[in-house]
């Protein structure tokens, strides 16, 4: 079905482009950011969560404000944090049909 083909697409054309990201940004995490930092494990399972299109979630139940978290001064912002957007776009896709 034309449905199916859309969500193979969108699959084909993003996965591998965020599995790139996230691998990469893990790295250089690893590299750049001491293993002490308490945040590091949330911004790695902020960036597995962004592989699967569930970070908005994982910001929403933890009450990060996008805003606020990535303008702060002195704040060390979430490589991931942008990947929100993503979630909801790929919700939304998922929900289309059943709508």
Do not use: D, K
Not at 29 to 53: D, K, N, S
Request: charged share 10%; aromatic share 12%.
């Amino acid at each position: 079905s034309s449905i199916s083909e859309l969500y193979s697409r969108r699959l084909q054309r993003l996965a591998p482009a965020a599995a790139v990201v996230v691998c990469l940004s893990s790295v250089a995490m690893a590299v750049v950011i001491p293993p002490t930092m308490p945040f590091l494990a949330e911004y790695y399972l902020t960036g597995l969560l962004a592989l699967f299109g569930l970070s908005n979630f994982h910001f929403l139940l933890s009450h990060q404000n996008y805003m606020e978290r990535s303008l702060r001064l002195g704040n060390s912002a979430n490589p991931f944090l942008h990947t929100w957007s993503l979630g909801v776009e790929e919700q939304f896709y998922a929900l289309l049909p059943i709508i």
